[in-house]
Antibody, heavy 116, light 110 residues
């Protein structure tokens, strides 16, 4: 059974940083591309970033480019999202998602709140 | 990375069928057969219902079906049930390893 468990969310001041983690199990992590998708309170889904299985390629939404870095540790079956220069509009639930030809398995999400 | 267009809300009575549209462009929905649909109940994570336009993951009811014509994809739910009441999102591959979502549709079962 595929399991994705996010952690690392919390309250951070504008301009601050946060690192999200996602522990994966139940599939061959190193063979799977992974993504982060976020959902602001009461709003829709927004794709944030994708990383290939080998970590050889990364891609970002324009809204976070230059402020966010996606990475992974295949030896630990863990996905990361380093977020810097956080803004109020980054407030959202961040989901870790396994990617095949669709975003097929989702974690339960971790809430990031950017506020002073 | 413009969002796909979905109706804000749709409704139907139990047993009826409803269709939710998802309109993109020739750079996403129109060119890639990588449209997927997600169901989200309040406070829960999204769940994949349809992938690659028409395919259903194991365990998803065959009351859910997908289709595409040109730049518009559609999700049809037949034999509406109370538990189908949820938010539904479409998504499409948009090239260069990027993905785009629709704004979401709230389905109300009357």
């Amino acid at each position: 059974e595929v399991q994705l468990v996010e952690s690392g969310g919390g309250l951070v001041q504008p301009g601050g940083s946060l690192r999200l983690s996602c522990a994966a199990s139940g599939f061959t992590f190193s063979s799977s591309a992974m993504s982060w998708v976020r959902q602001a309170p009461g709003k829709g889904l927004e794709w944030v970033s994708t990383i290939s299985g080998s970590a050889g390629s990364t891609h970002y939404a324009d809204s976070v480019k230059g402020r966010v870095t996606i990475s992974r540790d295949n030896s630990k079956n863990t996905l990361y999202l380093q977020m810097n220069s956080l803004r109020a509009e980054d407030t959202a639930v961040y989901y870790c998602v396994k990617l095949e030809n669709s975003l097929d398995y989702w974690g339960q999400g971790t809430l990031v709140t950017v506020s002073s | 990375q413009s969002a796909l267009t979905q109706p804000a809300s749709v409704s139907g009575s139990p047993g009826q069928s409803i269709t939710i549209s998802c309109t993109g462009t020739s750079s996403d929905v129109g060119i890639y057969n990588l449209v997927s649909w997600y169901q989200q109940h309040p406070g829960k994570a999204p769940k994949l219902m349809i992938y690659e336009v028409t395919k259903r993951p194991s365990g998803v009811s065959d009351r859910f079906s997908g289709s595409k014509s040109g730049n518009t994809a559609s999700l049809t739910i037949s034999g509406l049930q109370a538990e189908d009441e949820a938010d539904y999102y479409c998504s499409s591959y948009a090239g260069s390893s990027t993905w785009v979502f629709g704004g979401g549709t709230k389905l109300t079962v009357l």
